[in-house]
């Protein structure tokens, strides 16, 4: 109820005129069914619904994260791309980039959280694997300006030099291939902005180079009690999850992208959501923007659900995150 009021009250033009370079959704599927490999499509995993592009388009979003699994996209270790699997991307990288749709911008997300069948990259698989699927994938987009690459969904649960190791050389090697393509770049911990420092991610992102000199890092952020994103509770707000963040990315002059942020309908979130908007708009100096999670046809009742309702009907949320969209 408290939603709906305030969707009918709140104008765009009451809120911040949007300043950030990048607005957009994750759209989800194609990495459903994890469990399941191969799996099948339609059973255990479906690619986004390409006739909301032109919703999305129309309510000013310029940028898709598109997730998907890599074991899909590349079923053997250094083997070539799967083909059919490649061509569900493709076909939503047309038609999201066309002119028609003003070149909306999709980020390719390896939904793999560094590991490879299981396997930790550094540890278990050779950094090798994750070097060489990144180069099949530069070579195949490097020609589209509007393809980005997002080296990975959320590594966790291992060493912060082995996987700052693996982004170094894995966006060396897209340079090294001629690809121009803007690059964000994870750090462990699930890439949480709010644990950024403490995680030592910072430590070893201060150092990181690109010789393409076209990079941001990917960070994430929900606003839940541990922000996890698993509670429909917001009890952070955005300054105590991304101050000491923002305050570093100025301070070693680089940037970063949100590239997860969501909150649920309840009272306690309507707040977060603007605040949230607010203080990117506020800090475009080192933030370029954000996606929320998720759009996708399979999402159900799902708290954080942007898929809009029989393909034209907004979600709730989106009525104050669409002010931000560029």
């Known amino acids: 109820m408290l939603f709906t009021k305030l969707a009918a009250t709140l104008s765009l033009a009451s809120l911040a005129a949007a300043e950030l370079q990048y607005f957009g959704v994750n759209e989800a599927g ?33 940028i898709f994260r598109y997730s998907f699994k890599w ?37 390719l997300d390896p939904h793999n959280y560094a590991r490879y069948y299981g396997k930790v990259i550094g540890v278990d698989e050779s950094i090798g694997t994750l070097v060489g699927f990144w180069v099949q994938l530069a070579l195949r987009y490097k020609d589209n300006e509007h ?27 897209i340079r090294a291939v001629g690809a121009k393509n803007l ?17 030592t991610n910072a430590q070893y992102a201060a150092n990181f180079r690109d010789d393409g000199n076209n990079f941001a890092f990917d960070m994430h952020q929900y606003l839940d009690s541990d922000y996890s994103g698993t509670s429909e509770i917001c009890s952070k707000t955005p300054a105590q999850a991304l101050t000491s963040t923002t305050d570093w990315l100025r301070e070693h002059n680089m940037k970063a992208f949100l590239g997860e942020f969501a909150a649920s309908t309840d009272a306690s979130c309507e707040g977060a959501i603007e605040a949230a908007g607010r203080y990117l708009n506020d800090n475009n100096d080192v933030w370029l923007g954000a ?17 809009p309702v029989k393909g034209t009907q907004t979600q709730p949320q989106m009525y104050i995150w669409q002010a931000f969209f560029p």
């Open 183 to 199: 690059v964000l770049v994870p750090g462990i911990s699930w890439t949480g902005a709010h644990s950024w420092i403490s995680s």
């Open 71 to 107: 074991e899909r996209a590349q079923p053997e270790a250094g083997g070539p791309l799967n083909e059919t699997y490649i061509g569900y991307m493709d076909k939503f990288i047309e038609t999201a980039t066309s002119a028609e749709n003003g070149h909306i911008k999709v980020l």
């Open 30 to 62: 194609m990495e459903f069914g994890e469990t399941k490999l191969p799996g099948l499509y339609g059973k255990d995993f479906i690619d986004p619904d390409v006739k909301t592009i032109p919703y999305w388009r129309d309510q000013g979003l310029n």
């Open 147 to 173: 393809v980005f690459f997002d080296l990975m969904n959320e590594p966790h649960t291992m060493d912060a030099q082995i996987w700052w190791t693996a982004a170094q050389a894995s966006i060396d090697a």
């Open 291 to 307: 996606a929320w999670w998720a759009a996708g046809p399979w999402w159900g009742n799902y708290m954080y659900s942007a898929e």
